[in-house]
């Protein structure tokens, strides 16, 4: 999409990636390398989310959920069916692809809370399913799965996930800076007009389910071999919540800013381990806030100062 | 030969109230027709069925003798029916430039570069082309209608339905409209308007249908329409207590 | 299955329906006012059963009086949340109405649960019962509170729905619910109707949490999966039906306890007790949105 203020913000970005590469090498603690570590997987999964949500206007909540499945996908594939991690994966993407094809077939028809709902209602569904067949889950003890790679070592899980999450990244940017980017925003600003105008919104609406599904659930296919459990709880109410935060917080209009949100909120979330329970609570009040007096997320509003200059959303 | 657009028996209900009543009409190409009647008469309604946004209980609807009856309105949009809406429906978060290129490239052997060209040469001729980089949301109520027409314009249908176009437009705008209807009808454009602007549809409009409670009353001449006692009727009515429009 | 087991599995599932029927019936009054969905219900539900637990059980109170309590507290924090939330929609200080009206109760709901979970902590509290005991009826056993509760519940809504029928609030919510513009022509204060509608919908699922608590235990995550048969109910009534929530919430109940007795596999079937409601709300969403009692929605 068109922008004047875009090579200011390609700087920023870029220094913070190079940031992000150097760090492990400028000899951080191996504590908040793993932090970090879950702070992509949680970035690629709010920037998923925000393109649905933000790009395309769809309501979901059932992003954890999905992505939990292409855990439990690559997981059981791999320990019950003896796929190699390459192709255990892949497939975990390929499953909640479909998945998130169902779900946007079955769900065209609905808009804003209705679809709200209706993706709450699945997610909740699949936990009560994952945690009640025991047999073939192990319920809420946990799926056990085999681990990314022979070493203890955290660094290459840390440039993994940092890779995995420049590709997600750049492969939403170009499907979104595309015209379907455009077909997306026609959709999520008047689904009437669009097709009026030639939009196949019926496609869009489908593909945009699918597309984000496809990332989250491969996302959720390393985490499992990452933390090697996989749990019903990653698929609960109060996860969706934690994701949401994220994006909010970061600014789920654009994909980069939910990804820095993401990182943003896990290094904090560790960082206020001392204060507990009390965490969430302030991350709760801090989506209040934002969405009521800063709505484009603290990264929205920041590079905005930045820049100095009227950007859009 | 057969009219470009033809209507047999049209039935259009919502639970119990009947829209569009057996509505048959045939328009020729290039025809400029205007479409009147009361509130509540079936106008939109029938412009939302040629559209493809209601699909009619009874009836068919064939273009260039193609039936289209149950069609999606993209797939409409593609066989070159387009249509603007009574409450203006532009997309406001992204630029009105922007606005012009999602039915621009909805054709995937356009380029990107090919379909801004043509959308600023239409914005320049409707005299948006200084306001293509601005959000839509910015444009005043005038100027939207007439984004909308921009829109319209992009897809180079052969067929356009308006719905409303002058509601609340300053006269300088309405001039502009009235100038680019007659621009596209000139062309070939076969064009439906529905209005209560009785001086507009006169002044556009070759002929002229009028609708009442679903029903076709009325079809032909301009003046051969306002002179019909149906349709003075509906519109006055006689010993009932209804009001004018 | 004995047809004496099968009836009081009728009954457990009518008693639940009611306070079922309570919960639905606040997110109805909230809806049809406020025409947003408040994901945050089942928090203010869990609110009103943290209230009475404190209320009666530390703080002594008479149950009752704890209910109403419950109530009352719950009514002037519905109020604060309108005013505080909800009511920058209407003052065009929101830019992207649906969305935010979904997330910020979404985020309000995440809020109060951790608010609730740092004080109290994740375990389960059991307050004073509002009345202890089983009634016999011939061979038929029904446990005293879930009766006494149900009781006091079935006298709320019909306060509700005496308040709504009769007097000039209820007059007034119902012109909000549907028509606000005109309503505020006509001298109706929109935007206090507003508040006392989302007051009046968080007292009444406040009402519920602080009558369940005794029986099913009160504890901070309590309302995540009661919202959504609250939202079922609501949906399978036709949103903005009363009769059809109240007829919504007796079915709900029934297939929950009937599904549990009839379903071959019992550990299973009760595993996924809560599911049934969530794939009735799907399969209703999905196949007749406008539910059993409402409109079908047109187009453009």
């Not at chain 3, 007829?247 to 599904?259: D, F, K, R, S, W």
Request: glycine share 12%; net charge positive.
């Amino acid at each position: 999409m068109i922008g004047s203020d875009i090579p200011r913000r390609a700087a920023v970005g870029v220094a913070i990636l190079v940031l992000l590469l150097a760090i492990p090498v400028l000899g951080l603690d191996e504590y908040w390398i793993y932090i970090l570590t879950i702070g992509f997987y949680y970035a690629i999964l709010a920037s998923s989310w925000s393109l649905l949500v933000g790009y395309v206007g769809r309501i979901s909540f059932a992003h954890v959920a999905i992505s939990g499945l292409g855990a439990y996908t690559s997981a059981a594939a791999n320990s019950a069916l003896g796929l190699p991690l390459l192709v255990s994966i892949p497939l975990a993407g390929v499953v909640t692809g479909l998945v998130g094809l169902a779900i946007g077939r079955l769900c065209l028809r609905l808009h804003g809370a209705y679809l709200g709902l209706t993706t709450i209602a699945f997610s909740e569904i699949v936990r009560i399913a994952f945690t009640a067949e025991y047999e073939f889950t192990r319920g809420s003890l946990g799926l056990p799965a085999v681990s990314l790679f022979e070493t203890t070592d955290r660094i290459p899980y840390y440039y993994s996930f940092l890779a995995l999450l420049a590709a997600c990244l750049l492969i939403m940017w170009l499907v979104l800076r595309s015209r379907i980017g455009l077909f997306f925003a026609a959709v999520r600003e008047d689904e009437d007009a669009a097709a009026s105008l030639g939009v196949k919104v019926v496609r869009w609406k489908i593909f945009a389910f699918t597309f984000s599904s496809i990332i989250a659930g491969i996302a959720g296919g390393f985490y499992a071999h990452f933390v090697q459990l996989v749990t019903p709880s990653m698929m609960s109410i109060q996860e969706m919540g934690f994701v949401l935060s994220m994006a909010v917080v970061g600014g789920f209009h654009n994909i980069f800013y939910a990804a820095l949100g993401g990182i943003f909120l896990e290094i904090l979330l560790e960082g206020m381990r001392e204060i507990g329970e009390w965490r969430m609570t302030i991350f709760a009040t801090a989506v209040i806030l934002i969405l009521r007096y800063a709505p484009n997320g603290l990264f929205g509003m920041l590079l905005k100062r930045i820049s100095g200059r009227r950007s859009r959303p | 030969m057969t009219a470009q657009l033809v209507t047999q028996g049209i039935v259009k209900r919502f639970g119990g109230l009947t829209a569009l009543d057996h509505v048959s009409i045939e328009i020729e190409t290039g025809e400029l027709l205007g479409l009147i009647g009361p509130n509540g008469s079936g106008k939109t309604t029938f412009l939302n069925v040629l559209s493809g946004f209601y699909r009619p209980e009874q009836g068919d609807v064939r273009f260039e003798g193609q039936s289209v009856v149950g069609r999606e309105p993209s797939a409409l949009a593609a066989a070159g029916i387009a249509r603007s809406f009574q409450v203006t429906k532009i997309f406001r978060r992204i630029s009105v430039l922007e606005n012009l290129l999602v039915p621009g490239l909805t054709d995937w052997s356009v380029t990107p570069r090919q379909a801004a060209e043509k959308a600023l040469k239409i914005l320049d001729g409707l005299e948006l082309g200084r306001l293509a980089a601005e959000p839509a949301a910015n444009l005043s109520g005038g100027q939207a209608k007439l984004l909308e027409f921009g829109r319209i314009m992009m897809l180079e249908p052969k067929l356009v339905l308006l719905d409303e176009p002058f509601g609340g437009v300053h006269p300088t705008l309405k001039h502009l409209m009235h100038d680019t209807i007659r621009d596209w009808n000139a062309r070939g454009t076969t064009i439906i308007l529905i209005s209560h602007d009785m001086g507009s549809i006169f002044d556009l409009c070759r002929r002229i249908a009028a609708l009442q409670n679903g029903k076709v009353i009325a079809h032909g001449l301009p003046d051969a329409v306002r002179n019909d006692p149906a349709v003075l009727q509906a519109y006055l009515g006689t010993g009932s207590t209804r009001a004018a429009v | 299955m004995s047809g004496m087991a099968l009836f009081e599995q009728v009954i457990n599932g009518l008693i639940i329906g009611v306070f079922y029927a309570l919960v639905a019936l606040g997110l109805s009054v909230i809806f049809g006012v406020l025409k947003i969905v408040n994901f945050a219900h089942g928090e203010l539900y869990m609110l009103g059963g943290f209230v009475y637990y404190v209320f009666a059980s530390e703080l002594g109170l008479p149950p009752v009086a704890a209910v109403l309590v419950a109530c009352a507290v719950l009514f002037l924090i519905g109020m604060a949340v309108e005013h505080l939330l909800i009511d920058p929609i209407y003052r065009g200080k929101v830019e992207r109405v649906d969305e935010y009206a979904i997330m910020i109760t979404f985020g309000l709901a995440i809020l109060l649960q951790n608010i609730m979970l740092s004080i109290f902590g994740p375990w389960t509290k059991r307050p004073e019962a509002i009345f202890r005991g089983r009634i016999e009826i011939g061979e038929l056993i029904v446990s005293g509170d879930r009766l006494a509760a149900a009781g006091v519940a079935v006298v709320l809504m019909g306060l509700l729905l005496y308040v709504l029928r009769y007097t000039w609030t209820g007059k007034a919510v119902r012109a909000v619910s549907q028509d606000r513009e005109t309503a505020s022509v006509v001298g109706v204060n929109a935007k206090l109707t507003g508040m006392l509608a989302f007051g009046m919908g968080s007292a009444l699922a406040g009402a519920a949490g602080a009558l369940i608590g005794p029986v099913f235990l009160v504890y901070p995550t309590m309302g995540v999966i009661p919202v959504i048969k609250a939202y079922v109910i609501v949906v399978l009534g036709g949103l903005g039906s009363i009769p059809g929530a109240i007829l919504g919430a007796m079915i709900l109940g029934l297939v929950e306890n009937l599904a549990t007795v009839l379903i071959p596999d019992t550990t299973r079937a009760l595993a996924y007790k809560d599911a049934y409601g969530l794939v009735l709300l799907i399969l209703v969403l999905v196949f007749r949105p406008q539910g059993l009692f409402g409109e079908k929605v047109r187009r453009s």
